[in-house]
Structure formats: structure tokens, C-alpha cells
């Protein structure tokens, strides 16, 4: 099955540096990639995801990179602030035929952004 | 749209007992997949309901079970409640096999 090894656990940063998250997965068929974030107290919330046959989504100040050769990909925080302090996971899931798989989760890394 | 709702959101019950959790999707999602979520362990797959039907399940014994009625709503029982059994459920609902998962607030479950 499917393992997420998920890279720092915890990250400081100062306000304006930038964050990186990595991520691994095991199974060479799985084609999509979501990442969430979740703040204390609340739940996890789909921030930016990326598909197999992509190498790069950017939305604003987040972006995420796959490497399929290396069966890795992460997510980059630029010009982090204060808000962007959370736990943060990436997941993998393998989409066959007409049938979700599981979603698999890393860790997680509990990013602080220090003002 | 509203978003993913659970009922109750906490819930306090002892060894032995059993409960039942419930997750309203959004609105036109068939897909209701159920994760419990703890510190140590962090998120955990428990099942994966589309149409009615059960189509994966995670690595969890027998006491946890789901089913998903016609309106897409879904329901998860644990039965024969243990200590480990405390932790956050939380459910999620997506539109589209390859789309993003929502998730509901989720229900604070604790066992004594």
C-alpha cells in the first residue's frame, strides 16, 4: 500500500522568509497529491493540490512540485506571515477506474511564522 | 454551498458503549470518506462510502463500521468503545473521483 513520508515535523520561520514542506510516497501509480492545512482547533482545509501529469502549481503565495522520477513532491510558502502559522499535510491517493482510493497522509509539520 | 457538517461535535462516553457519528456532505458529493485523527498516529483512513456502497477501508478492526443512505448522507459506528478510541473523527466529501477532499468540523470523541 501507499506510505507518506512527510519532512520537517516542525518549522520556524521568520515573517517574510520562505517555508518548504517534503513529502515522499511509495507507490509509483499514485497520481494525485492534495495538501492541507490545518489551524488549531479547526479542520484540515485543501490548500493547493497537483496531478500527476503536472510538475508545478503556484497559487499566489503557495506552490507545489512534483518529482514522479523520485516519487517526491512539496509545497513552498513565500513571503510566509503570522496566518500561515499551522500544521500542514500532504497526502497521496491513487485514482483507478471509477473508484477513489485512499487518501494517505504524512505526519504533518507544524510550521510557526515568527513576526 | 454550505460545507461538510457533523453531528454531535463532542461527545463523552465510557468503555463499553458504542456511538454513532453522522456527516452531512455537501451538496451534490457522492463521495463520503471517514478519517480519524489523533496526535500520535495523526490522520487515519477508516472508510470511503460512494452511492451507498463501501469501496475501501482502511486498517481498522471490525468495531468501526459506516454506511452512506440515499441522500448521501453517512454514519459511523464504533461499538464496544476502548480508551484508544478517543480522538477527533472527522469525515470528508468530495464531487469527483480525481477532485479535493472537504472536510467537516469533525466530532471530538473521548472514551473514560
Known amino acids: 500500500g501507499e506510505n507518506v513520508e512527510q519532512h520537517p515535523s516542525t518549522l520556524s520561520v521568520q515573517e517574510g522568509d520562505s517555508a518548504v514542506i517534503k513529502c515522499t510516497y511509495s507507490?509509483?501509480?499514485?497520481?494525485?497529491f492534495p495538501w492541507y492545512k490545518q489551524e488549531l482547533g479547526k479542520r484540515p482545509q485543501l490548500i493547493i493540490d497537483?496531478?500527476?501529469?503536472?510538475g508545478e502549481k503556484k497559487d499566489q503565495r503557495i506552490a507545489v512540485t512534483l518529482n514522479k522520477t523520485a516519487k517526491h513532491f512539496s509545497l513552498h510558502i513565500t513571503e510566509t506571515q503570522p496566518e500561515d502559522s499551522a500544521v500542514y499535510f500532504c497526502?497521496?491517493?491513487?485514482?483507478?477506474?471509477?473508484?477513489?482510493?485512499?487518501?494517505?497522509f504524512g505526519k504533518g509539520t507544524k510550521l510557526s511564522v515568527k513576526p | 454551498k454550505a460545507g461538510v457538517t457533523q453531528t454531535p461535535r463532542y461527545l463523552i462516553k465510557t468503555r463499553g458503549q458504542q456511538v454513532t457519528l453522522s456527516c452531512s456532505p455537501i451538496?451534490?458529493?457522492?463521495?463520503v470518506s471517514w478519517y480519524q485523527q489523533t496526535p500520535g498516529q495523526g490522520l487515519q483512513f477508516l472508510f470511503e462510502?460512494?452511492?451507498?456502497?463501501?469501496?475501501n477501508k482502511g486498517n481498522f478492526p471490525g468495531r468501526f463500521s459506516g454506511r452512506q443512505f440515499s441522500n448521501s448522507r453517512s454514519e459511523m459506528n464504533v461499538s464496544t468503545l476502548e480508551l484508544g478510541d478517543s480522538a477527533l473523527y472527522l469525515c470528508?466529501?468530495?464531487?469527483?473521483?480525481?477532485?479535493?477532499?472537504?472536510f467537516g468540523p469533525g466530532t471530538r470523541l473521548t472514551v473514560t
Open positions: 462510502y460512494f452511492s451507498e456502497t463501501q469501496r
Open positions: 497526502a497521496a491517493i491513487l485514482v483507478y477506474g471509477g473508484s477513489q482510493g485512499n487518501l494517505i
Open positions: 470528508a466529501s468530495s464531487l469527483t473521483v480525481q477532485g479535493g477532499q472537504y
Open positions: 507507490d509509483s501509480a499514485s497520481n494525485y
Open positions: 497537483i496531478r500527476s501529469n503536472v
Open positions: 451538496s451534490g458529493h457522492r463521495s
